[in-house]
């Protein structure tokens, strides 16, 4: 059903951010190296509304894996973030963390895993159920 979860808080760094060339690498044909800017760029800038309320955690299973989100992927989550239909969100279900796409329909919750070898869970009153936190990145390593 869960997925484990391995949570970090953000470090603060007096970090003026690494090196960042302004050229959209390109995907397709090379362009000329010689029309890049150069400048510096936090991933804390980039990825970090609200430092007070952000978390990371480290995903552990497969049950997103159509989401995008795979085994040992770092999430980026937000908690000052409302919960609402379709968001991922990190949750807290009867004692284990998981993390699934918000399904609510009037004052009804399904959490939706994005892997069909995993059951939608329909929450209920005698669920121990709260919504942690909102994914709001997602970083891979490659």
Not at 98 to 105: A, I, P, Q, Y
């Amino acid at each position: 059903m869960s997925v484990t979860l391995t949570f970090f808080s953000p470090k603060s760094t007096e970090s003026k951010g690494a090196i960042f060339f302004d050229t959209g690498i390109s995907a397709g044909f090379p362009s000329p190296a010689d029309d890049f800017k150069e400048s510096r760029i936090s991933l804390d800038e980039e990825l970090i509304r609200n430092k007070e309320a952000t978390f990371f955690a480290r995903v552990s299973g497969q049950s997103m894996i159509g989401a995008g989100l795979d085994d040992n992927d770092l999430l980026v989550i937000d908690r000052s973030i409302p919960p609402t239909n379709n968001k991922i969100a990190v949750c807290f279900l009867d004692g284990e963390f998981t993390v699934k796409r918000l399904r609510v329909d009037g004052s009804e919750v399904w959490l939706q895993p994005e892997n069909p070898e995993y059951p939608i869970i329909k929450i209920t009153e005698e669920n121990n159920f709260v919504i942690w936190g909102i994914v709001t990145n997602v970083i891979k390593r490659v």
